[in-house]
C-alpha cells in the first residue's frame, strides 16, 4: 500500500530514482517493478477490498 502511495505521489520515475539511489545502485526488476506498481497491484488492492466487504468471495 505504500509502495502505491508513493508512486502515485512522487511519480514512477521519482520513487525509481529513490530506490537506486540516483543510479548509483542497480535496481535489476525495474521493468518488472514498475509493471507489477502500476497494473497488478492496484487490480489485486481492489480485489482485497470486494473480499473484504462481502461483494465478491475468493
Known sequence: MMTLFV????GLDEAIKEA????TV??????IWS???K??????IFL???SST???KI
Open 7 to 10: 508512486v502515485r505521489v512522487l
Open 20 to 23: 537506486t539511489n540516483n543510479g
Open 26 to 31: 542497480h535496481f535489476g526488476l525495474e521493468k
Open 35 to 37: 509493471v507489477l506498481v
Open 39 to 44: 497494473y497488478v497491484v492496484p487490480v489485486i
Open 48 to 50: 482485497v477490498f470486494l
Open 54 to 56: 462481502g461483494i465478491i
